[in-house]
């Protein structure tokens, strides 16, 4: 028996399909906040996925198969808890990293510390522009003609636009990742064998496997993606009530880009590994690719190559310009006109020019560059952990914002493990210098 209205005799069903559309339009508006804040954290974590980080992942599943997946998934929450560090640290003090470290260190570990992210920072711009080339001449484009555009058109965005539209542009580039899927698919691996990878640890105790460990955690958090989250906080006008929101942006940006860094070694652990296929660059991945799994899989890897190395070209300038004109005090921000920031756009120019320049010198020894870069990270990284540490339990400048209970332990944890490992790293480099080298 249908229920009528007691006033009209007509039957009350209308009432019921008003109260749905409410009820969207409340958890609209309530999911809507979180949409808005993606971006920093998207974009910081994964500018980590470049050139450097593909041929890492790569030769993780081309020399150990699925072995290193469940490695992944713990650097997944170190990430994590490292990003919300900084991106609180800058929504709390309004304040950069160096204007932080200024203030709160002595004038030589400050000059110490920022010298060693501008120095570090340099070294993966220019390899940032050789992922460019690379990725360019997968596709038969001369590398002469694509690192002079790539250059013109990061200058272009950064100098020419808002924040609002440089952020929008970053993450559209996020989006080439998904090519990554496509190559892992493509690669038709053992997922049952990958399922395994993930789940149960799985440790070998040789110098290969430890310094493939050491490389993995310093390509993932690796310091000026903390430096550019926490600038871009400041940019955004983050405030402490919209932490909730920033943190969401933080574990999105890290679970996405774990997620494609888990299916690149996926791919190449399918097709590769079986092989014995060693490799040492992102493109040799992409071209070792081609046979194995057809020229789509190459195709894709190149995309994600060509993507990645893009988003990190101008990300690492933008970083490395946030550093130095925090720490010398100068006006800084995207969305400034050259009248009210040149230095800060000024150090952009430099950086961008300098980079796409290095990059395409004739007999660059590509190797010994990255290599040095890798040392300087691995030194940098410890110590800018420490730093973050000491500066988000200062209650002065966080108030009750300062890290507590488990969560600081942790927090503590990940550094001291992540120095231990860094250190080994540079033993074995400066080891291998002097004609000590290790089996595999």
Request: proline share 4%; with cysteine.
């Amino acid at each position: 028996m249908a229920i009528k209205d007691e006033s009209t005799g007509a039957p009350a069903v209308a009432v019921a399909p008003r109260l749905l559309p409410q009820k969207r339009r409340g958890l609209g508006r309530r999911l809507w906040p979180y949409l808005l804040a993606l971006g920093p954290g998207i974009i910081a974590a994964n500018a980590g996925n470049d050139a450097g980080g593909i041929a890492t992942y790569a030769s993780a599943g081309a020399s150990y198969g699925y072995l290193f997946l469940w490695v992944m998934v713990v650097i997944t929450v170190c990430l994590i808890v490292v990003q919300e560090l900084c991106a609180r640290l800058g929504a709390i003090t309004g304040k950069g990293f160096s204007d932080l470290v200024r203030e709160n260190f002595s004038l030589r570990m400050t000059a110490f510390i920022l010298m060693s992210v501008v120095i570090a920072n340099l070294g993966l711009i220019v390899s940032e522009f050789l992922g460019i080339a690379a990725a360019a001449e997968l596709f038969g484009i001369s590398r002469f003609l694509a690192v002079p555009v790539a250059a013109i058109l990061v200058w272009l965005l950064i100098t020419r636009g808002s924040y609002g539209r440089v952020e929008k542009i970053f993450l559209t580039l996020t989006l080439v990742f998904f090519a990554y899927i496509g190559a892992a698919f493509l690669a038709r691996p053992n997922w049952h064998a990958a399922l395994i990878g993930t789940v149960i640890p799985t440790v070998r105790w040789t110098p290969g496997y430890i310094e493939l460990l050491i490389a993995l955690i310093g390509t993932t958090i690796t310091p000026y993606m903390q430096l550019y989250i926490q600038s871009s906080v400041i940019e955004r006008g983050v405030t402490a009530d919209e932490l909730r929101y920033t943190r969401f942006d933080v574990i999105a940006g890290a679970l996405f880009s774990d997620l494609i860094s888990g299916f690149i070694i996926i791919a190449t652990a399918a097709t590769l590994f079986p092989r014995g296929i060693a490799i040492k660059t992102a493109a040799d991945a992409a071209q070792a690719l081609q046979p194995i799994a057809g020229q789509y899989a190459q195709l894709l890897f190149g995309v994600g190559l060509l993507g990645a190395s893009l988003l990190a070209a101008g990300v690492l300038p933008l970083s490395t310009t946030y550093v130095l004109s925090e720490a010398l005090g100068f006006e800084r921000g995207v969305s400034r006109s050259w009248r009210e920031a040149p230095i800060f756009l000024g150090l952009f120019t430099v950086f961008t020019a300098l980079g796409a320049v290095v990059a395409l010198l004739p007999n660059l020894p590509i190797i010994p560059v990255l290599l040095g870069v890798q040392v300087l990270n691995g030194l940098l990284l410890p110590i800018e952990l420490f730093a973050i540490l000491r500066l988000i339990n200062n209650r002065e400048l966080m108030g009750q914002y300062v890290t507590k209970g488990l969560y600081k332990g942790f927090a503590w944890s990940i550094a001291i493990v992540v120095s231990l490992l860094s250190l080994t790293l540079i033993g074995v480099t400066i080891l291998g210098w002097f004609g000590v080298n290790f089996g595999s």
